[in-house]
């Protein structure tokens, strides 16, 4: 799996032109998922994101994680994580088939949510438009492949 998480102010992801998913303080979370992934994969992921301390604590340090301010979760899905850049146009074969990228991106939202946070969402495979005003700005990049 592939993420890019970036802390944000606000987030939001419009489908159709009707926001579907939206957040204040948190992360938005771009996550790509590779055939080679599982269940245990996304959950390890999930609760490593979680974990992340990435917010400034009273000193001005990123010391504080996403429970610590009371923050959410805004997840989309993003076969393009996956792409092989080689030549000039961009492959997804490296990317899962939705039946297999569908449930684990589930797998992950759910992980998130039973360790107690908000989670929203866009819609897999959807032409979506997300909005983030990003926070610092403060972008990590999680591969479990590397």
Known sequence: MRAVVTRVSSASVTIGGETVGEIQRGYLVLLGVAPEDTEETAGKLADKICNLRIFEDENGK???????????????????????????????????????AVPLYERFMARCRERGFRVEHGQFGAEMQVASVNDGPVTILFDTQA
């Open 62 to 100: 990123m010391n504080l994680n996403l429970e610590q301010v009371g923050g959410s979760l805004l997840v989309v899905s993003q076969f393009t994580l996956l792409a092989d850049t080689s030549s000039r146009r961009p492959g997804f074969s490296g990317a899962a088939r939705p039946e297999i």
